[in-house]
């Protein structure tokens, strides 16, 4: 039997109009512990498998870093990435919480046991209050969103990006270059306009 190949290359880019939705549909979410799971990856990009294989000594809140532990990584090397400030409160909220989960998982199921996926409820809710296409591959589909939106912000260069995305060359990160092409050229257009008004 041959099995459809997946096309990999499709970047996911929500509107800001999107996103304002999304984060409003995570805030209404009864299981904040899954909203707080979609709030890291659209803050940090990081891998659904990478993301519910976190525990808690996974997390250097003294410097700021996430190890990704190597039996968890795609790559199956050790890497880290850093915790925002934005994330690291997140991940502080949870620690401190009276209702934590026992163990030493992050996000764990109900059950204590590791996740493999967000519930189909939860992400069926969240969807729908948060109107995103029916075809948005939801936890990935928010990985390509943080590299697109850094990409074209121009202020990250894909050497960074590729390090931040975990991935391991350079080609997998050249599907964003074309949004950095981008912010070159608005780029460019600011100097139009200073040396207009001279």
């Not at 891998?47 to 190890?67: Q, T």
């Not at 059950?111 to 936890?139: H, I, M, Q, S």
């Not at 949004?179 to 200073?194: F, T």
């Amino acid at each position: 039997i041959d099995l459809p190949l997946v096309d990999n290359k499709t970047t996911e880019v929500l509107t800001d109009a999107q996103m304002g939705r999304l984060m409003e549909a995570l805030d209404a979410a009864p299981d904040q512990l899954c909203a707080d799971a979609v709030r890291v990856v659209i803050s940090t990009g990081i891998r659904r498998s990478a993301l519910f294989a976190l525990e808690w000594r996974d997390l250097d809140f003294k410097n700021g870093f996430i190890v990704l532990r190597g039996e968890a990584a795609k790559s199956g090397r050790t890497e880290k990435i850093p915790m925002s400030a934005g994330v690291q409160k997140i991940f502080e909220g949870l620690r401190d919480s009276p209702i934590r989960p026992d163990g030493p998982l992050v996000f764990p199921t109900g059950r204590g046991t590791k996740r493999f996926g967000l519930p189909r409820g939860f992400v069926r809710r969240v969807r729908e209050r948060a109107d995103l296409p029916e075809n948005f591959r939801f936890l990935h589909g928010l990985r390509h969103n943080f590299a697109s939106r850094l990409a074209s912000s121009g202020k990250v260069d894909l050497y960074t990006l590729q390090h931040l995305l975990t991935h391991e060359s350079p080609e997998m990160t050249q599907r964003y270059a074309y949004l950095m092409d981008e912010a070159m050229r608005r780029a460019a257009n600011v100097v139009d306009e200073i040396f207009k008004k001279d």
